[in-house]
């Protein structure tokens, strides 16, 4: 089992930025990728990036351009670095661990993200 603890959400401005961090612990060598998502107000949780292990990065068309995730396997943290924010970027954000010997993800507690317009 992985324990994901995420922080680094608050209230920011349009147009402003914020860097969430993802500290795991626990299995960590059996991690092949992770992840952020987000979750709105009355509105499903949608994927944001993903990196994995290798490095390789992909991000949602909604963020790309604005949100670059990233990782320290020495601090064992992954980052989401969220720049030019807007009103609808407001959500719930979370972080994931997937595991190749686990049939289901590991999740963290969420940090909320507020922008203001």
């Known amino acids: 089992q992985v324990q994901l603890v995420e922080s680094g959400g608050g209230l920011v401005q349009a147009g402003g930025s914020l860097r969430l961090s993802c500290a795991a612990s626990?299995?960590?060598?059996?991690?092949?990728?992770m992840a952020w998502y987000r979750q709105a107000p009355g509105k499903q949780r949608e994927w944001v990036a993903t990196?994995?292990?290798?490095?390789?990065?992909n991000h949602a068309d909604s963020v790309k351009g604005r949100f670059f995730i990233s990782r320290d396997n020495t601090k064992k943290t992954v980052y989401l670095q969220m720049n030019s924010l807007k009103a609808e970027d407001t959500a719930v954000y979370y972080c994931?661990?997937?595991?190749?010997?686990?049939?289901?993800?590991?999740w963290g507690q969420g940090t909320q993200v507020t922008v203001s317009s």
């Open positions: 626990g299995s960590l060598l059996s991690i092949t990728t």
């Open positions: 990196i994995s292990d290798g490095g390789t990065r």
């Open positions: 994931n661990a997937h595991r190749w010997d686990s049939p289901t993800d590991d």
